[in-house]
T-cell receptor
Framework: ETGVTQSPTHLIKTRGQQVTLRCSSQ?????VSWYQQALGQGPQFIFQ???????GRGNFPPRFSGLQFPNYSSELNVNALELDDSALYLC?????????????FGNGTRLTVT | AQTVTQSQPEMSVQEAETVTLSCTYD???????LFWYKQPPSRQMILVIR??????QNATENRFSVNFQKAAKSFSLKISDSQLGDTAMYFC???????????FGAGTRLTVKP
């Protein structure tokens, strides 16, 4: 069983730039969620993708967008980066239809915006 | 909106002793799930234990057990026979039934001392 994998592990960007983070879901999982974890805080829900469509969104502006592909992998795109976007971005997958199925997380991408 | 509160930012325990981490949550839902996740320095969120709200019996996983008080909206985690490898951030999380959107508390940093 392949777990959730994220790339890259670390990334440094400049304010105003755009970034794309990638996630491969665990085998057998069809739903991907993205979380932002600022230093010293709990993960905050960004959005979730199911069947290649956004299926729930947290309190994040439209410059945070995503995609899900037919193989259930996903991308998180952030435009016009701000300093406060510096955080650990976690991807998690689960199997929709198993409603008590917990999220399985990747190791995250550490984004630093300077 | 659902909120999860962890009132203990940091805790420590001697190896082999028992420690309890607190969590309270606020919801108007009747069907939901609660989780404890562990995040070691490796950054990956690892599921420790889960509880279905409709079950009165407290969940147990080896050295980990919960005290679920639905009326009080309390969900504490007890770690028995603490081990050095238990040192990590611990996050309490809430998920509504029929919804894969998981909400996290701010976390408790647990240090197990030799």
């Amino acid at each position: 069983e392949t777990g959730v994998t994220q790339s890259p592990t670390h990334l440094i960007k400049t304010r105003g730039q755009q970034v794309t983070l990638r996630c491969s879901s665990q085998s057998g999982h069809n739903t991907v969620s993205w979380y932002q974890q600022a230093l010293g805080q709990g993960p905050q829900f960004i959005f979730q993708y199911y069947r290649e469509e956004e299926n729930g969104r947290g309190n994040f502006p439209p410059r945070f967008s995503g995609l899900q592909f037919p193989n259930y992998s996903s991308e998180l795109n952030v435009n016009a980066l701000e300093l406060d976007d510096s955080a650990l971005y976690l991807c998690a997958s689960t199997s929709r239809g198993s409603y008590n199925s917990p999220l399985h997380f990747g190791n995250g991408t550490r984004l630093t915006v300077t | 909106a659902q909120t999860v509160t962890q009132s203990q930012p940091e805790m420590s325990v001697q190896e082999a002793e028992t420690v309890t981490l607190s969590c309270t949550y606020d919801t108007s839902e009747n069907n939901y799930y609660l989780f404890w996740y562990k995040q070691p320095p490796s950054r990956q969120m690892i599921l420790v234990i889960r509880q279905e709200a409709y079950k009165q019996q407290n969940a147990t996983e080896n050295r980990f057990s919960v005290n679920f008080q639905k009326a009080a909206k309390s969900f504490s985690l007890k770690i028995s026979d603490s081990q050095l490898g238990d040192t990590a951030m611990y996050f309490c999380a809430f998920m509504k039934h029929n919804n894969n959107d998981m909400r996290f508390g701010a976390g408790t940093r647990l240090t197990v001392k030799p």
